[in-house]
Each structure stands twice: as C-alpha cells, then as structure tokens.
DNA sequence: GGGTGAACCTGGAACGTTCCAGACTGTGCG
DNA sequence: CGCACAGTCTGGAACGTTCCAGGTTCACCC
C-alpha cells in the first residue's frame, strides 16, 4: 500500500551521485557551477530516488517561502474568476499561490491569520470587508494588496476599477437605445458600491435625466436582488443597473418568473462580467472587470513590494469595459 | 512602514524570559512540564515580543505537517459549500486544511501537485474527474479520500451519497404528488451521474412507469442545463428530475423565459441541495448530500489513515435526505 | 539523614535545506 | 616556469524548531 520507506533527501543523492550535498542543491535550483556530465548524474540518481526538494527545509534555510496569499469569498463567482486568473499570473513568476477561503463560518480574520502563519510574502486580499484601519495594520506586518476595492491609506496597494466609470458606460449605452426611466439596484455596503452609485447619479445627471434617478437598495447576492426586483414589481422602468452579476441573476429570475421580458419590457445590465454573465442562457449585459489585467498588476505590485522595487502609485485603476450580450435593447414604448 | 526588524524566534522569547528554548517551546505548544509562574512569563515575553512560531521549522523539525490538502472546483458551488463545511470538520482536529483549486487553466494534476510539495499528510479529492488508475498511483503515496465520487480501488477511501437512493427519493415523491410523465436530465460523465440514472430507472420501473421513463442528455453546467430544458419544450412532461442544482437552475430558466410556470407546468427536482437551491427566489425542491456529515467523515477517515488507525469500510455511503422546497407541486391535469 | 520520586528545567543533537568560504583542477599568458 | 583565473566541487555553519537524555530542586518518608 503506502511506501513505508523514508523519503528521500538531498544526502541520499548526494551520496549515490558520489558528490556533495551543496552540488545537489545547487543542480536541483538549476544554478550555475556544475559540469554537465556530472550534472546528468545527479539528475539521474535524484530520478531514481524519486527526489523531491522539501519546500519547509527549503524555505527554513533560505528565509522565504515565496508565496503569495490569496484571501477570497467562496461563495463569490467573481472571486473564483479572479482566483483562477491570479494561478496563471502567478505561474511565470517564481512565486506561488495559497489559497485561504472566507466562508459563512470562517471569517477574514481567520482566513489571513492562516495565510500569515505560512510565512506568505505579501497578501492578495479580493474585495475584504475588513475596515481600512484593520488592513492597514495588517500592512505594517507585509505587503497588503487589495484587489476590486478601495482603500485610502498609504501602506495598502490598491488594485481596483473605475467603477464609477463603468456605471457611466452602461447608462450611456442604455440612454443611447433610448431609455430615460433607469434605475439603479445598488450593492449597499459593498466594496465598490459607493462609487458605482456615484456613477451612475453622476451619468444621469449628465444626461439631463435626474428626475429619473433612482435608487433601489439590493446587495452582492441573488437573493437581495430578487427583494429589489420584487419592490420594483409596482412600478416598472424600462432598464436597470445592477450592482453585480450576481445580484442581477436574482432580478432577471424575478423578472421571468412575473412574465416580464428581459429585454422587451425591461433592459438589465451587471457588473463584473462574471462567469454567470457569459452563461448562455443568461446572455447578460455587463460591465466587465479586466480580471486578467487586474491580477496580473495585482501580483506585479506584490512582488515589487516584496523585494523593494520602487512602487509609483499605490493605487492602480483599470478601465472597465461595457459588454452588450442579450439583456439590452431599446425600449417599446 | 513596514517593521524591519527581524521576526522574534523562540531564543528571542528565551532569553527575554531567561530560560532555556526548550521550555519555551514546551510552553508554546501547550505541553504539560513547567511552572505555572515560569509559563505565565514566558506567554508575556513572547506576546511583548510579538513571537509567533515558524510553522516551516516546526514542521522540519516534528517532521509532520498536520495538513490535509483540499482539491476543489473553483466554479462548483457544491464545491464551495464542501469546503465550508471541510473548515469547520477540521477545526477541531488539529489538522489544517489547504487549498488547491482545480480552474479552467489549471488541472486536477497541477492542483494536486502543488499540495504533495507543500508536504500534506492526506489528500481530500472532491469529485475528481482523473481516471481511478491515478487516483490509485497518487494513493501509493498518501492516504487518499475521495468525496462525492465512487471509485473502485483498494487503495482510494470513498466518502459519498447513496446517488440511486436520492433519485428513488426524488422519483417516489413526485409519484405521491401523482406525476406520471417524469423526465430525467442527466449528468452525463460527471461523478455520481452514472448512479442516479440508474436510481432514476429503478423507480419509474418500480412505479410501473418504464413506459414514461425518458432520460434526456444534460451536464453539470447552467449551461447544460438550459440546452436540455430547450430540447424539453417540444414535448414537455409534468415533471423533471435534474442531475445536480446547477444545472436544474438553467432548467428553471429556460423554463420560465417561455412561460412555463413551476411548479404549475413542471416539477423540478435538483440535486446537491448547494447554496443555489436554497435561495428564497429559486426555492428549489432538491436532494440534500449531507454535506456536514460528508466533511466530517472525509476528514476523520483521512486522519485515521494518517495516524495508522484501523478502517473498517472503505467506501462510506452516507444515505440522501430529498428537501421538499417550491418546485415541486401536484400536476394540473 | 539518606533515599526516592515528582516536578521543573537545560543543553545539545537532529530535521533537510541553502549559503559561504575556500580547495582543487586545468588552461592561457607573460 | 610561474601566475592568474575560471570552472568545479567540498565542508560545514546556519535557519527555527522539536525531541531526548539528562540535571536540579525539593518535599516526603523511613
């Protein structure tokens, strides 16, 4: 069943090899010093013993662990786009990514409290709810890099979009089919959710449409999207802007089940471009986060600050991008 | 900004507190030998010097990692709830859990990978879709648990749901509601599909219904699921067993956008009772994998087999529980 | 008053790496 | 011929723990 023999180490290639540990190690991180012959037999007699380098012992002598911590909500479908984009931003970089979930039962604290423990270098943190004054001590401890939030203190990278700039691309688009009556579904407390708010008032206004302007409390989730669209019931506009994807599965569903059609009677765009967006049969106009873009800087910025690059802005704010796919068209009436 | 100095390690905390690393060592892990007066110095020494131990020299030096390495989904929301409830199982144990997410870039290989290097003493695979051959090649090396599939090898402990069982469940129930033509959407190659559809046929055959019986190609995508439902329009039954809740979703959703009012129209039965099934505007009715129960077994059984324990079963099937919610209903005619 | 434990504490050797200083070749050059 | 130098390679000291074999102290008992 299970190989009961003991692992092999570096002196036990060493030893079979006919060299010393120090020339293993060096031909294992693939240094220079070593001639080639004697390289392919160290390689060969590793291969044989099945060597495979002890990343505690590594990282014990070598004083780094080379990881980045990556805190994200499970539950949250952007959080897995996100993640899955950070593993390939991180795979050319030497560094490598531990994962530490928040779940109902285990909260940010608990999650970063473990990512600390082993020895990360720096901390990717997607959209935190934890107060700025907690993040900030958490920065004094080793880099901090929150990724799809804001967070106003000099010792905490930020990587974000410009939200309200995405909440203006989408009541353009709406305004340019020719809907007035457009109503926000706000994500309240949200991280992001304030400026999104502020975008979407601010493009209404300049679209001469504040008499308009409408806010409707919804969340991050489907359920409190479908209690917003359950008050708009009463009094239809002819589109909406949601806070997210997510919160917007919640109104669409809402919105069929009533035997409203989504777009005929009402347009909808989210935001995040998140997986559940591209869904087929969901088809939902959204604006899009550049995951890609944002995880790569997010892992860029981490590792400069590991190793002492010069950082120019804390913050870096990436263009959103308005996605049209099936949820959009111009109003009947 | 960021503290310069040096991390305090345990001769730090000794000296402050004037005794030897031995003891303080002994103190910090909790362990029975020193003085009450002695112990009380030495936590205050360590907390002025802020002292948190080095989990890599630690675990070089006990030789043990006290890691249970996790293998998810990062799309699966089933998965997402497995793993919640994976933190709270192994709070209590002294194990820790890490995390590896199998992603669109990123295989079951890769993900597994990373956790043999980071030295986990067990493997907890949830759903995994490699062949049984490497299961069993990985299992000659550390325990292996698998959740949420059945694979028959000797060397692979199995934690699952009696599948057969929740499609009998779900069958019988909408029989009593006086359904007849019942349909079901299945799973294809996923984990588990396999066995429910083989449930599923047992009870129609059961019920003298193997004239409705009608299995119709489906997946464990949203996706999968709308196109399904869409084949379904033309000849649409009173009632609809679907493979898992992510896919009974696009169900549902397709279902609705051509006015076919659940459960009025159609019954649909899920399957996984995920987060998705129990949001108050899907409400959907759905068998419940126990998932506590799941966690706490796939944990504890992998513990035994680190600790050397005696097991008795390989496979522990964990019977299903059908959770009537609103989309099940009488059929109208 | 000597012996016996228990209770408390210490020193130093591991664990498997990396890093550093230096030793040994052989070659090219003045 | 002697010297410098690059290219190889070695030995041993870290890294921060845990573990083990012991060393003290002190109360208690005969």
Same mark, same amino acid.
């Given at each position: 069943?299970?190989?009961?023999?003991?692992?092999?180490?570096?002196?036990?290639?060493?030893?079979?090899?006919? +060299?010393?540990?120090?020339?293993?190690?060096?031909?294992?991180?693939?240094? /220079?010093?070593?001639? +080639?012959?004697?390289?392919?037999?160290?390689?060969?007699?590793?291969?044989?013993?099945?060597?495979?380098?002890?990343?505690?012992?590594?990282?014990?002598?070598?004083?780094?662990?080379?990881?980045?911590?990556?805190?994200?909500?499970?539950?949250?479908?952007?959080?897995?786009?996100? $993640?899955?984009?950070?593993?390939?931003?991180?795979?050319?970089?030497?560094?490598?990514?531990?994962?530490?979930? $928040?779940? /109902?039962?285990?909260?940010?604290?608990?999650?970063?409290?473990?990512?600390?423990?082993?020895?990360?270098?720096?901390?990717?943190?997607?959209?935190?709810? @934890?107060?700025?004054?907690?993040?900030?001590?958490?920065?004094?401890? #080793?880099?901090?890099?929150?990724?799809?939030?804001?967070?106003?203190?000099?010792?905490?990278?930020?990587?974000?979009?410009?939200?309200?700039?995405?909440?203006?691309?989408? &009541?353009?688009?709406? &305004?340019?089919?020719?809907?007035?009556?457009?109503?926000?579904?706000?994500? !309240?407390?949200?991280?992001?959710?304030?400026?999104?708010?502020?975008?979407?008032?601010?493009?209404?206004?300049?679209?001469?449409?504040?008499?308009?302007?409408?806010?409707?409390?919804?969340?991050?989730? @489907?359920?409190?999207?479908?209690?917003?669209?359950?008050?708009?019931?009463?009094?239809?506009?002819?589109?909406?802007?949601?806070?997210?994807?997510?919160?917007?599965? !919640?109104?669409?569903?809402?919105?069929? *089940?009533?035997? *409203?059609?989504? /777009?005929?009677? &009402?347009?909808?765009?989210?935001?995040?471009?998140? *997986?559940?967006?591209?869904?087929?049969? &969901?088809?939902?106009?959204?604006? =899009?986060?550049?995951?890609?873009?944002?995880?790569?800087?997010?892992? !860029?910025? =981490?590792?400069?600050?590991?190793?002492?690059?010069?950082? =120019?802005?804390?913050?870096?704010?990436? /263009?959103?991008?308005?996605?049209?796919?099936?949820?959009?068209?111009?109003? #009947?009436?």
């Amino acid at each position: 069943m299970r190989s009961a023999e003991r692992r092999a180490t570096l002196a036990d290639v060493a030893a079979r090899a006919g +060299v010393s540990k120090s020339l293993v190690s060096l031909v294992m991180r693939d240094e /220079p010093g070593a001639g +080639v012959a004697t390289r392919r037999r160290i390689l060969e007699a590793a291969d044989e013993l099945g060597y495979h380098p002890d990343s505690r012992a590594r990282l014990l002598r070598s004083g780094r662990s080379r990881l980045l911590g990556v805190v994200f909500g499970i539950q949250h479908d952007f959080h897995g786009d996100l $993640v899955t984009d950070l593993y390939t931003a991180a795979r050319e970089t030497g560094y490598e990514v531990a994962l530490s979930a $928040v779940t /109902p039962g285990r909260d940010e604290r608990e999650a970063t409290a473990g990512l600390l423990q082993d020895r990360c270098e720096a901390l990717i943190l997607l959209g935190p709810q @934890e107060p700025t004054a907690s993040l900030a001590r958490l920065a004094t401890r #080793l880099p901090v890099v929150v990724l799809a939030r804001s967070v106003r203190d000099p010792a905490v990278d930020v990587v974000r979009t410009a939200d309200a700039e995405g909440l203006r691309q989408a &009541v353009d688009h709406l &305004v340019r089919l020719g809907h007035r009556a457009i109503v926000h579904i706000d994500g !309240g407390r949200a991280p992001g959710a304030a400026e999104r708010r502020r975008g979407y008032r601010d493009a209404m206004r300049s679209h001469g449409l504040d008499g308009y302007a409408r806010i409707i409390p919804g969340g991050l989730t @489907e359920e409190e999207g479908a209690a917003a669209a359950r008050v708009l019931l009463d009094d239809v506009p002819t589109a909406v802007t949601v806070f997210n994807d997510r919160c917007a599965t !919640g109104v669409l569903d809402v919105l069929a *089940r009533h035997g *409203r059609a989504v /777009p005929g009677d &009402v347009s909808v765009v989210g935001y995040d471009d998140s *997986r559940l967006a591209r869904l087929a049969h &969901v088809d939902l106009t959204t604006v =899009a986060q550049d995951a890609v873009t944002m995880t790569r800087l997010a892992v !860029g910025r =981490a590792i400069d600050r590991i190793e002492g690059a010069a950082v =120019a802005r804390r913050e870096v704010v990436v /263009p959103p991008r308005l996605v049209v796919r099936g949820t959009t068209a111009p109003p #009947l009436h």
